[in-house]
């Protein structure tokens, strides 16, 4: 009896289901607050005979932006399409590549370093791009 | 017995909570998107306003004259050319202007020169000379518009005077 | 009246026995902590922006003559307009940091391993179809911004050989970022996008 209430206890809903919504409800008024503290403005309309305006790519695609300036034109490829091509389809076979069957991430010293070396170098170029 | 009313209570309190916070969620989403969408249905009218309609002689012979009229509005997002069909004919020195549109569903109506009728082509409503519906479906009759002679031009006003 | 309705169509599809196992009564970790809600306010942030930006689809134009025009309407005159536009825009930028978080979250706990691989792969498509999101929305304003940023986001292909001129010209439906780029963006923004969504999401819970 006392097993079959613990197990009850931890499906997805109703438990679980209550805390996301609890979380929803926060995140919500964060989102309504930051927008009304910080209401949308327009910009000058796009004028393609413009030579004076500095273009800036939203915040997450600043790491390949920046890569464009730091590689020569000959390597151009390498940020602009290697890289994310590269990112992406490092994370598709993921699952497949890393046969290790440890859970703790302690035990996966060479996924987590790897995935680890991979957002602090993302993390690295972006803001090196916002502060450029 | 007793443990499984308190997991009954909970599991209860648990669904209510979930059921309310998704639903105030939603409702209050859904609320927003609907005000912004019907909002316009208020807001968005058109102003009358005096618009050139071409020079007085062309209606000097106290016939009634098509004239459709092209001005400047605001129409939501859009400020641009809007048109507006109007009969005209000179009464004297008074100008009598009446708005083409059917009062039964927004036809434009046609000026019969026969019979002297204004007639719509959609459901056979018929306006005596003076606008008055005199058969078939219109439920009043046609809208007034004020009109006059400036300078040797024929000015009209958008905005209806008497419907 | 909904419960009848729930159950006529229960009794032809089945659906609700599988709802029931694998999404309400799928187990959760016994020892579960705030990261676990990542996914849920992803999806939560996801409902924002379907819900705002349908209200906008009520008022913009995807045309080079009229877009920003139509923006500036929904901004300034349009009643609610500017909040549900600030919603808009700042649900997109959390939900990109709420995709990262929660699949660092995923990938720390080591869930995407076996029998979850799935789950995993679908999500890396959904990942990039956020980061697709972003890319598109961010033209439709066609302000300085937006123009400028998707020039150089558009031109980047084109450092490939052989192909490369060429997907630049796709994206951009032409030799130049014009009308037909506006036109493709927004259609991919609104309608393909959207619907790729909901195919990785059935997927993917």
């Known amino acids: 009896m006392a097993e079959k209430n613990d197990r009850k206890e931890t ?52 790491a390949p932006f920046y890569l464009l300036k730091v590689f020569s034109s000959s ?55 916002i502060l450029a | 017995m007793e443990q499984d009313g308190k997991r009954v209570t909970r599991r209860k309190f648990l669904e209510t909570g979930i059921g309310v916070i998704t639903g105030a969620i939603a409702i209050g989403l859904g609320g927003t998107a609907l005000t912004s969408i019907g909002a316009p249905a208020i807001t968005n009218k058109r102003e009358g306003k005096w618009v050139e309609a071409g020079s007085a002689s062309e209606i000097a012979d106290g016939q009634f004259h098509k004239v459709g009229i092209v001005y400047d509005a605001k129409d939501g997002w859009l400020e641009g050319k809007v048109k507006q069909l109007v009969y005209v004919k000179l009464n004297g020195e008074e100008v009598f202007a009446l708005s083409a549109t059917c009062t039964h569903l927004g036809c434009n109506v046609n000026f019969d020169e026969q019979t002297g009728n204004f007639k719509c082509p959609c459901h056979s409503g018929v306006y005596d000379a003076t606008g008055k519906n005199v058969s078939g479906p219109p439920p009043r009759s046609l809208a007034k518009l004020e009109a006059k002679i400036e300078d040797g031009k024929l000015m009209i006003n958008t905005a209806v005077k008497e419907a | 009246m909904f419960g009848r309705l729930v159950e006529v169509f229960d009794r032809r599809f089945g659906f609700r026995e599988d709802f029931k196992r694998n ?158 780029t506006l036109s493709r963006f927004f259609a991919i923004h609104v309608a393909v996008l959207p619907i790729f969504t909901v195919i990785f999401l059935a997927g993917h819970f």
């Not at chain 1, 990112?87 to 991430?105: C, G, Q, S, V, W």
């Not at chain 3, 307009?81 to 660092?104: E, K, T, Y």
């Not at chain 3, 123009?147 to 951009?172: E, H, I």
């Open chain 1, 75 to 129: 390597f151009e490829v390498i940020p602009t399409v290697i890289g994310p091509l590269a990112t992406f389809i490092f994370l598709l076979i993921l699952p497949f590549a890393d046969k290790n069957p440890e859970m703790h991430p302690r035990k996966r010293k060479l996924a987590m370093s790897l995935m680890g070396g991979g957002v602090l170098l993302t993390i690295l170029f972006t803001v090196l791009g």
């Open chain 3, 23 to 180: 999404v309400l009564d799928h187990p959760v970790p016994p020892r579960i902590n705030l990261t676990y809600c990542f996914g849920g306010i992803t999806f939560l942030l996801y409902m924002l922006l379907a819900a705002t930006g349908i209200t906008m689809l009520f008022f913009y134009v995807p045309s080079v003559d009229h877009a920003f025009v139509t923006v500036e309407y929904i901004t300034f005159d349009l009643p609610l307009g500017n909040p549900i536009r600030a919603i808009h825009h700042w649900s997109a930028q959390l939900m990109i940091v709420f995709v990262s978080l929660h699949m660092l979250r995923v990938f720390v706990y080591g869930a995407y391993k076996n029998p979850r691989e799935f789950n995993w792969v679908t999500g890396v498509f959904l990942f990039g179809i956020t980061l697709a999101f972003g890319f598109t929305g961010y033209l439709l304003p066609w302000d300085q911004k937006a123009y400028w940023a998707t020039k150089v986001g558009v031109l980047m292909p084109k450092s490939l050989p052989a192909v490369g001129p060429f997907l630049s010209q796709l994206l951009m439906g032409g030799d130049d970022l014009g009308a037909l």
């Open chain 1, 11 to 62: 499906l997805f809903y109703p438990d679980f289901m209550f805390k996301e919504a609890i979380a929803a409800l926060i995140v919500v008024i964060a989102v309504v607050a930051i927008s009304l503290a910080l209401p949308m403005k327009v910009g000058d309309p796009a004028d393609p005979s413009d030579s004076s305006f500095k273009p800036k790519p939203e915040w997450y695609f600043m």
